[in-house]
Nanobody, 116 residues
Framework: QVQLVESGGGLVQPGGSLRLSCAAS????????LSWYRQAPGKERELVAS????????NYADSVKGRFTISRDNVKNTVYLQMNSLKPEDTAVYYC?????????WGQGTQVTVSS
């Protein structure tokens, strides 16, 4: 059974940090391109960051460049999103995505709220 389980969300003050984790099971994790998406209330889901299967290439949305870092551990079957210098506009539900050829899997999401 394919599972992606996100954790690490919560409430943080502006300027703070959070580290999201997404633990995968049920598929060959190392083959997959992994991404973090987010969806704020009333907005479309947007791509935040992605990392290729080997971990050598990463991409970021302009809005998070220099603040967020995506990484993966192909032994632990886990992908991470380190979020620093958080802003209120980063408030959203964050989703983990795994994609390989025609196969795509989503996690259930974890809420991140940035507020004083």
């Amino acid at each position: 059974q394919v599972q992606l389980v996100e954790s690490g969300g919560g409430l943080v003050q502006p300027g703070g940090s959070l580290r999201l984790s997404c633990a995968a099971s049920g598929f060959t994790f190392s083959r997959y391109r992994l991404s973090w998406y987010r969806q704020a209330p009333g907005k479309e889901r947007e791509l935040v960051a992605s990392i290729e299967s080997t971990g050598g290439t990463t991409n970021y949305a302009d809005s998070v460049k220099g603040r967020f870092t995506i990484s993966r551990d192909n032994v632990k079957n886990t992908v991470y999103l380190q979020m620093n210098s958080l802003k209120p506009e980063d408030t959203a539900v964050y989703y983990c995505n795994a994609r390989w050829l025609a196969f795509a899997h989503w996690g259930q999401g974890t809420q991140v709220t940035v507020s004083s």
